[in-house]
């Protein structure tokens, strides 16, 4: 199997079973009362930290020096939580979609730009399998 296939498979495990839990998390805060950008933005900040470990040791195999590909990480995240919020801002707030349907493509539109990424940029020193 191919490196793209196996770090492909990898990131939708890590991805699936983490968006499924947060998303999961996400509508039950909503639910009970929370504002939708607070819960997503809160959910932002345990995702990353989640997936950071999971995909830098099994999805690339990232080996060596976490402090670069971290501070990358951030920074990949922080570009991402800002795509979802104006998506958020524009679908939402300005032509009244509602907030579920919105963040649940926002999350398969994330987690493409994520992979590209994670791929070239922040572990781009790993050691591949």
Not at 17 to 33: C, I, R
Not at 67 to 80: D, E, N, R, S, V
């Amino acid at each position: 199997m191919s490196n793209w296939r196996i770090q492909g498979a990898r990131f939708v495990i890590v991805g699936l079973a983490s968006n499924l839990v947060l998303y999961l998390v996400y509508l039950l805060m909503t639910k009970f009362g929370m504002r939708y950008k607070i819960a997503m933005t809160l959910l932002y900040l345990i995702g990353i930290l989640q997936t950071f470990a999971l995909n830098a040791h099994w999805t690339f195999k990232h080996r060596g020096n976490n402090k670069a590909p971290l501070a990358k990480y951030f920074l990949a995240y922080g570009a991402c939580y800002l795509i979802n919020i104006s998506a958020l801002i524009v679908f939402v707030d300005r032509i009244g979609l509602p907030h579920q349907v919105v963040q649940g493509v926002m999350i398969l539109i994330i987690s493409g730009v994520m992979f590209l990424l994670q791929k070239f940029w922040v572990f781009t020193s790993s050691i591949t399998t």
